[in-house]
C-alpha cells in the first residue's frame, strides 16, 4: 500500500471515530445547554479550528474570502454541516419521544461495509 493510501485510510478512520464522538458529546452538550446552544458553540470552535488550520497550512486567509465570492448555492455545504450537527444533538434530547433516522444512519453504513467486505 502506497503511503498516501495508508494516510487516507488512517484519516478515514479517525474520522470515523471522531463521527461517533462527536453524537456521543453533542447529545450530552444540547441537553446540558439546551440543542441550538450547543450547536452554535460547536460552531464557534469548529470555525476557530478551521481558521487555525487553514493560517497553520496556507499562512493566509485568502482562501476562505474567495469562498464569499462563490456563488451562493455552494454554501448549502455550511447550512447541510450545521444541519447533521444540529440533528446529531436534538437526536438524544427527543430519542424517547420520536424514532431519529439519524441513529439508523451508523447501522446502515456498517452494513453496508459488511456487504463490501464479502
Same mark, same amino acid.
Not at 1 to 14: F, K
Not at 97 to 102: G, I, R
Given at each position: 500500500?502506497? %503511503?498516501?493510501?495508508?494516510?487516507?485510510?488512517?484519516?478515514?478512520?479517525?474520522a470515523g471515530l471522531a463521527?461517533?464522538?462527536?453524537?456521543?458529546v453533542m447529545g450530552r452538550f444540547g441537553e446540558r445547554i439546551g440543542v441550538v446552544e450547543a450547536v452554535a458553540f $460547536? %460552531?464557534?470552535?469548529?470555525?476557530?479550528?478551521a481558521?487555525?488550520?487553514?493560517? $497553520?497550512?496556507?499562512?493566509?486567509l485568502s482562501g476562505v474570502a474567495e469562498g464569499l465570492r462563490a456563488p451562493p448555492w455552494m454554501?448549502?455545504?455550511?447550512? !447541510?454541516s450545521a444541519f447533521i450537527v444540529f440533528a446529531v444533538a436534538l437526536a438524544r434530547v427527543v430519542h424517547h419521544?420520536? *424514532?431519529? *433516522? !439519524?441513529r439508523t444512519v451508523p447501522a446502515v453504513g456498517r452494513a453496508a461495509g459488511r456487504a463490501a467486505g464479502r
Open positions: 500500500m502506497a %503511503s498516501g493510501t495508508v494516510a487516507a485510510v488512517l484519516v478515514c478512520v479517525v463521527g461517533a464522538i462527536q453524537a456521543a $460547536a %460552531s464557534v470552535v469548529t470555525a476557530l479550528v481558521f487555525a488550520t487553514v493560517l $497553520a497550512v496556507r499562512q493566509t454554501w448549502i455545504a455550511g447550512v !447541510m419521544l420520536v *424514532p431519529c *433516522p !439519524m
